[in-house]
């Protein structure tokens, strides 16, 4: 399958922004950062819709984390822009919860307090203590990490780190979930049931994502829409929109349209690997 097919419906290639709309939440708009002399992201511009699901996926080191730290309000842009619902980024914000690639959790508080943080925040004052203990509850059930509520996180086994950052992160409830491969240090079964999650919450409370992940597969079965990102500098090297419904559930793994799907989008990441392999 070559370049922009019918499965790449929407795709434009390197250029142009979507159709204008009304609902646009997140907008990158012409975004360019340098550290020192190194090029990381050239020139990208896209949007992200309410109720958006969009995935990054791209080679090692391309510089996807570094877009997602300017959403998130890390670092600014070099040049260009990046605005949420309209005004700059200028800072993080309880608005948007960030699951970070190396987990994120806080070392010095146990499991049941890391989930309860984000609650217990001045933001979310307004929720009951008895709620906020419910809901504290109710995620380390979903991520099965009951039996350690007391446990500090060095003592905590990879995947069960993870688990614990996706737990705080969506216990705080926030409008954006910001997630770079939240799911990467986890086991084959436990991935599949996270993704059955995050819809799940996906379903009950409209929220607008951005997810980095390697996996094509995880990328096409969560999303909206797929950018495919290039070898450094990044740039978008293929836009897809994804032309399954919500609610999904894993049979559409095996459906043909779908594993037609992943193979065009392998293929396509597989080259801008063999490019950023060429950088080193
Ligand atoms: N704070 C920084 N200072 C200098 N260079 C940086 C900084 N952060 C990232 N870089 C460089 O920017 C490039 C892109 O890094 P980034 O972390 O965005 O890549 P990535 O696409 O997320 O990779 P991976 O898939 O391995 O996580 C790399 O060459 C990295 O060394
Ligand atoms: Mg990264």
Redo the contacts with the bound molecule.
């Keep these: 399958m070559n370049g922009e097919g019918s499965l790449a419906s929407g795709a434009s290639g390197a250029g142009g922004l979507h159709a204008e709309r009304s609902d646009i939440k997140v907008r990158f708009n012409n975004v360019s950062m340098h550290?020192g002399d190194?090029e990381?992201v050239r020139d990208v511009s896209f949007d992200i819709a309410e109720g958006e699901f969009v995935s990054l996926v791209?080679p090692?080191?391309?510089?996807?984390?570094?877009m997602m730290n300017m959403l998130a309000g890390f670092v600014r842009p070099t040049s260009g822009d990046v605005l949420l619902e309209g005004v700059p980024v200028s800072g993080p914000g309880p608005d948007r919860g960030v699951m970070f690639?190396e987990y994120g959790v806080f070392p010095w508080l146990t499991v049941e307090k890391n989930i309860r943080f984000g609650l217990d925040l001045a933001i979310k004052r307004h929720v009951s203590r008895t709620e906020r203990q419910a809901i504290t509850e109710k995620y380390m059930r979903l991520m099965r990490l009951g039996d350690f509520r007391d446990a500090w996180p060095k003592n905590l086994s990879g995947g069960m780190r993870q688990r614990l950052a996706l737990a705080r992160a969506y216990a705080a409830n926030p409008h954006f979930l910001l997630m770079d491969e939240p799911f990467g240090a986890l086991d084959a079964q436990t991935r599949s049931d996270m993704h059955e999650l995050l819809h799940q919450i996906l379903q009950a409370e409209r929220k607008t994502a951005l997810l980095?992940t390697?996996s094509v597969e995880e990328a096409i079965y969560l999303s909206s829409r797929v950018l495919v990102i290039s070898a450094?500098p990044s740039r978008i090297v293929e836009r897809i929109d994804i032309p399954f419904g919500f609610p999904r559930d894993k049979s559409l793994l095996d459906s043909g349209e779908f594993i037609a799907l992943r193979s065009h989008l392998r293929e396509q990441v597989m080259k801008q690997y063999a490019e950023q392999q060429a950088l080193r």
């Design positions: 550290y190194v990381v791209g090692s080191g391309c510089g996807k984390t570094t690639q980095i390697h450094r």
